[in-house]
């Protein structure tokens, strides 16, 4: 059960190690793009060149869903970056459900582990795969492997390190199942933190905060849905930044460096913006932005 890029290696390494898929359940097709075409999920497109069955529910309530899972008699489920299964679903597996989580639990519970890790300045994080339970992400704790993150590491880049590891994961954590030798351990919910969905009120960058604050909240937020700052009512997308001292330190959100270089001050501290988008223009490196765009030291980022 799964959806995005993220669920792809954990099917691939199963089917790699030839265990039988009784089918693959994802999300229902949906239009994207400026065409607004219908698009499949990427687990969807996989599903079809294997001739793998595959079950699209709009809800995961439906007797008819649920009736075409029990048809299948299966023995586990195995939940990557999927939607919140109802008891009476991931009940009908004969082995249980387990899901693979982007973070060690119970740090990071919630929609989005790998944008909050960075986003707090975590220097590791690593994935866990543990049983359902009703309540989101708190069920007993199957394996976990940690993974540093980088001092310049964006979400997008940890997303694909997390995607591979957490593979190996799912196979080990369906050995250890099929072989009987799982031994789940109960999560310590004193230590748990959230890890909501990324919404529009946290992409805002404040150059109130300092440096550090400042360069993980953009590369927390890299590739999707991104950091972003105004000039004047101009709305330019920040990718990659990094930390460029505090020497010459101006207000915060002030342009210090507008020629070769775009560096800007924050509350404490100075980055330098390697990689920018204004709206409805492409992606760019700040050298190529800045013989484009009209912006001069003094000038101030909001």
Known sequence: MGTPEFALPSLKILLEHEYPIAAVVTGPDKPAGRGLQVSSSPVKAFAQERKLGILQPEK???DSFIASLRSLEPDLFVVVAFRILPAEVFRIAKL???NLHASLLPKYRGAAPINWAIIKGERETGVTTFFLQETV???TILLQARVPIGENETAGELHD???GVGAEIVLHSVRLIESGKAVPK???DSLATPAPKILKEHTKIDWSKGAVEVHDLVRGL?????AFAYHNRTLLKIYRTTLAGDAGAGAP???LDAADRLRVSTGDGVIEILEIQQEGKRKMTAAEFLRGYRLS????LR
């Open 297 to 300: 030291a003094g000038d101030k």
């Open 222 to 226: 890299s590739p999707r849905p991104c």
């Open 161 to 163: 390190r997390l995607a």
């Open 96 to 98: 249980g459900a387990f």
């Open 253 to 255: 959100g002030e342009i």
């Open 186 to 188: 109960p999560q310590d």
């Open 60 to 62: 995961l309530k439906e």
């Open 137 to 139: 992400d708190t069920g």
